[in-house]
T-cell receptor
Framework: DTAVSQTPKYLVTQMGNDKSIKCEQN?????MYWYKQDSKKFLKIMFS???????INETVPNRFSPKSPDKAHLNLHINSLELGDSAVYFC????????????FGDGTRLSIL | GDSVTQMEGPVTLSEEAFLTINCTYT??????LFWYVQYPGEGLQLLLK?????DKGSNKGFEATYRKETTSFHLEKGSVQVSDSAVYFC????????????FGKGTKLTVNP
């Protein structure tokens, strides 16, 4: 069983569309994250949720809205997609305490035409 | 704010060569330090970590020592293999309850047979 699974793996869509990326974890972790990796491989945190509550929001445009229906899921909805949103988006989870490593999904490659 | 600086890549080595990837950090407090590895087409995997000064993290022949005096966490391996080809990320765990990982820009390593 995959510990952190993201769907879809690839997403190709047009500018202006609305899309969602889903993340599910079976590790029993309390904290889930979304990261964005740009074309130069630079990784930056976008959001983190702890027990379904938002705890980090890193100056992300409000077109991006995370939703955590339960502790095992953190979905990312993006409205009005722009060219600059093209990137690989990674979901990650952790126990949520200091020093604990984060476990990453395989990423969703979003391409905006 | 907290930041991580790692050596620019790409790095190309022959099999069995010695590897060093430099990483220095700026942080308030005493962060935990991590090396993550990203193989082609995959998410990030924890390679090793160190949680306090002078700790040495090690895994799969890789090592890194937490040096508070030089604020460094350089990654080393005595003899690299073709299968070590990947992108390596140095990261710190921002202390104080936000559990936010701050990543360096990544270093791409290619090992030739």
């Amino acid at each position: 069983d995959t510990a952190v699974s993201q769907t879809p793996k690839y997403l190709v869509t047009q500018m202006g569309n609305d899309k969602s990326i889903k993340c599910e974890q079976n590790l029993g972790h309390d904290t889930m994250y979304w990261y964005k990796q740009d074309s130069k491989k630079f990784l930056k945190i976008m959001f983190s949720y702890n027990n379904k509550e938002l705890i980090i929001n890193e100056t992300v445009p409000n077109r991006f809205s995370p939703k955590s229906p339960d502790k095992a899921h953190l979905n990312l909805h993006i409205n009005s997609l722009e060219l600059g949103d093209s990137a690989v988006y990674f979901c990650a989870t952790s126990h949520g305490t200091d020093n604990q490593p984060q476990h990453f999904g395989d990423g969703t490659r979003l391409s905006i035409l | 704010g907290d930041s991580v600086t790692q050596m620019e890549g790409p790095v190309t080595l022959s099999e069995e060569a010695f590897l060093t990837i430099n990483c220095t950090y700026t942080a308030t407090g005493y962060p935990s330090l991590f090396w993550y590895v990203q193989y082609p087409g995959e998410g990030l995997q924890l390679l090793l970590k160190a949680t306090k000064a002078d700790d040495k993290g090690s895994n799969k022949g890789f090592e890194a020592t937490y040096r508070k005096e030089t604020t460094s966490f350089h990654l080393e391996k005595g003899s690299v293999q073709v299968s070590d080809s990947a992108v390596y990320f140095c990261a710190l765990d921002h202390q104080g309850g936000s559990e936010k990982l701050v990543f360096g820009k990544g270093t791409k390593l290619t090992v030739n047979p």
